[in-house]
């Protein structure tokens, strides 16, 4: 039987309590006063807590970030450590309404099965030095990958070339 907690993480009334389960370990750790203190609230909900933008507005919590439209030659790094995890050439408008690469940085990002939602699993993809939530992807991206890497803008931080 299912707990009333684990249904309503499901439903997305709770944040997902996997940091203490997943993948690891880091090479950058922080306790979460530590994480406070250098991301903003919407960036710790995404990053720390597997928050969401809402597509297309790239906007959490009353922040927004501009990198859905960003489209300068340049470096997506993790806003939590400032890994390089993407490169603006694999950056592509998957009409989805989030940032979109068809592949990441070689070794800059970790993956894991996210059952989140009961009817749905998803590929979670993460930061591979702090284990930062960057977002899903998913298999209907564009050659030679096919993969859709839908990454909340608010996760990173941009550095044109």
């Known amino acids: 039987m299912i707990s009333r907690r684990a249904f309503a993480v499901g439903l997305g009334l709770l944040p997902f309590a996997a940091r203490a389960e997943g993948p690891g370990p880091f090479e950058i750790v922080k306790t979460e006063e530590e994480w406070r203190e250098i991301l903003t609230p919407a960036q710790y909900a995404i990053l720390r807590d597997h928050a969401t933008e809402r597509a297309f507005t790239n906007e959490h919590m009353g922040e927004r970030s501009p990198l ?9 790094v993790c806003a939590g450590c400032a890994n390089p995890v993407y490169r603006s050439e694999t950056k592509y408008d998957s009409r989805t ?3 979109s690469f068809w592949d990441a940085i070689e070794g800059a990002v970790g993956t894991q099965e996210d059952r989140r939602l009961f ?3 998803r590929t979670e993809v993460h930061c591979a030095r702090c284990g930062g939530h960057l977002g899903h992807i998913f298999d209907d991206g564009p050659p030679p990958t096919g993969e859709r890497h839908c990454i909340n803008g608010l996760a990173m931080d941009f550095i044109p070339d």
């Open 97 to 99: 309404g989030w940032p």
């Open 68 to 76: 859905l439209n960003e489209a300068r030659p340049g470096t997506y």
């Open 119 to 121: 009817f749905l699993v």
